[in-house]
């Protein structure tokens, strides 16, 4: 546990790249500078990360603020470890309106309106494709990847036979494939 300095909020976070504190440090600079209250960050390493935020839940000792994933939020709930969030709060945040609506989404729990956390950071992902093996599945590139049961039946798609390679000859005229 790091010696903690005094006064300080405590912001506990899962990383995966030591850079992480570093950018939060950046990002709750104006934070510290208005309130004239240190931020001391804690990041723990993705593999124990999960076992180190249920150990605060359960001893209620440990981090003021944590960073969790959003699929956690339901467990840490469950634990009677967040409270929701009220109205005032989101709306000195800038309300819903400032946030990427799929991060916003992932504030809630099923069945349940209520805000248990705020986005504070986004991961972009991206599908890469072959154009040649949606055409010959006969799936409509415009329309393909629109739900997870699309994206989940890809690995089932039958690849098109390869072509076949036609050497390329060098000037020594030693054969290449391309």
């Known amino acids: 546990m790091p010696t903690l300095i005094a006064n300080a909020i405590e912001l506990t976070v899962p990383i995966s790249d030591p850079s992480i504190p ?10 510290v500078t208005k309130r004239v209250r240190p931020v001391e960050i804690v990041g723990h390493p993705w593999e124990v990360a999960w076992q180190e935020l249920v150990k605060i839940a359960l001893y209620k000792t440990g981090g003021d603020v944590s960073g969790i994933g959003t699929t956690w939020i339901g467990s840490f709930v469950d634990m009677n470890a967040l409270r929701p969030f009220p109205h005032w709060e989101i709306a000195s945040l800038g309300g ?3 946030y990427i609506a799929s991060a916003w989404g992932a504030s809630q729990i099923v069945a349940n309106p209520q805000i248990w956390s705020i986005p504070y950071a986004l991961d972009t992902r991206v599908i890469f494709y072959w154009r040649d093996m949606l055409d010959h599945a ?18 089932m798609i039958p690849r098109p036979k390869p072509k076949r390679m036609l050497p390329i000859y060098s000037l020594t005229g030693v054969s290449l494939q391309s």
């Open 138 to 155: 006969g799936i409509d590139e415009s329309q393909a990847f629109q739900t997870v049961e699309q994206i989940d039946i890809c690995p």
């Open 22 to 31: 570093d950018f939060l440090r950046e990002a709750t600079a104006d934070f």
């Open 96 to 98: 819903k309106a400032a």
